[in-house]
């Protein structure tokens, strides 16, 4: 079993271990850094704009107990996925409809 505490501790149990015997691991730093030194990496990730480390915050504390949800609608992501996918057959479609077409005019104008 692990357990995550509001502080940020991970503890453990061990199979076979009783309930009261828990085990401290680890302990997840909490940060509340101002939004505005906050910056999107071109790794994706959120970085502080100075590149160092945001300070500890005593104050913010873990819920225990929640799942924290996806920002993202899969199945209306899926429906856009399709839909985009659809979209780039059709237009490579007529790329290749208007090549072919110039081809052809390229040959009438070489018979005249």
């Known amino acids: 079993q ?6 940020g501790t991970i503890s453990i149990r061990s199979l076979g271990e009783s309930p009261q ?10 940060v509340k850094p ?5 910056e999107k990496g071109p790794d994706g990730l959120i970085h502080t704009k100075s590149g160092q ?3 500890a915050d005593a104050t913010v504390q873990v819920e225990s ?9 899969a ?14 057959e059709l237009h490579v479609k007529m790329m290749k409809t208007a090549e072919e ?11 005249g």
Not at 2 to 7: C, M, Q, R, T, V
Not at 65 to 73: D, E, K, R, T, W
């Open 53 to 55: 480390p945001a300070a």
């Open 21 to 30: 015997v828990m085990a401290q691991v680890d302990r997840i730093k909490l």
């Open 34 to 38: 101002d939004l505005k030194t906050m």
């Open 101 to 111: 077409d110039d081809q052809s005019m390229a040959r009438v104008l070489q018979l």
């Open 65 to 73: 107990g929640f799942l924290q949800a996806s920002n993202v609608n």
């Open 75 to 88: 199945v209306e992501e899926m429906t856009s996925v399709l839909a985009l996918s659809r979209q780039f």
């Open 2 to 7: 692990i357990e995550i505490g509001a502080d």
